[in-house]
């Protein structure tokens, strides 16, 4: 089980860190992502990390303001997110790879994730 934090209302400019708290299995050796959703459009991958935490990969839209990280001791996922823009609004979702010890070959399609959590929500307002 995946349990994602952290959303809330912001102001452009202002910083956020998401956390992903998983339970229940050992996510600590699955590759992990960050996905955003907007009303009416489809699930936008947003950043990847490797089951060890050494990669990571972003999308252009968030790269250089966003970092993504894990502590594995913790069971814990991050996304750091600097300089929020009011296109980052969006319902922000923490998955996982099914596969342990697994480096996928792609990060970015949501439909290689097995594992969701339910979603939090940021809003940055102009």
């Known amino acids: 089980q995946l349990q994602a934090s952290g959303g809330g209302l912001v102001q452009a400019g202002d910083s956020l860190r998401l956390s992903c708290e998983a339970s229940g299995r050992a996510f600590s050796t699955s590759a992990k992502g960050w996905f955003r959703q907007t009303p009416g459009k489809e699930r936008e991958f947003v950043a990847g990390?490797?089951?060890?935490?050494?990669?990571?990969v972003y999308a252009p839209s968030v790269k250089g303001r966003f970092t993504i990280s894990r502590d594995n001791a913790k069971n814990t996922m991050y996304l750091q997110m600097n300089n929020l823009k009011p296109e980052d609004t969006a319902v922000y979702y923490c998955?996982?790879?099914?596969?342990?010890?697994?480096?996928?070959?792609?990060?970015?399609?949501?439909?290689?994730?097995?594992?969701w959590g339910q979603g939090t929500l940021v809003t940055v307002s102009s």
């Open positions: 998955a996982a790879f099914a596969e342990r010890h697994y480096t996928p070959t792609r990060y970015d399609a949501a439909e290689d994730y097995r594992y």
């Open positions: 990390i490797s089951w060890t935490g050494s990669y990571s």
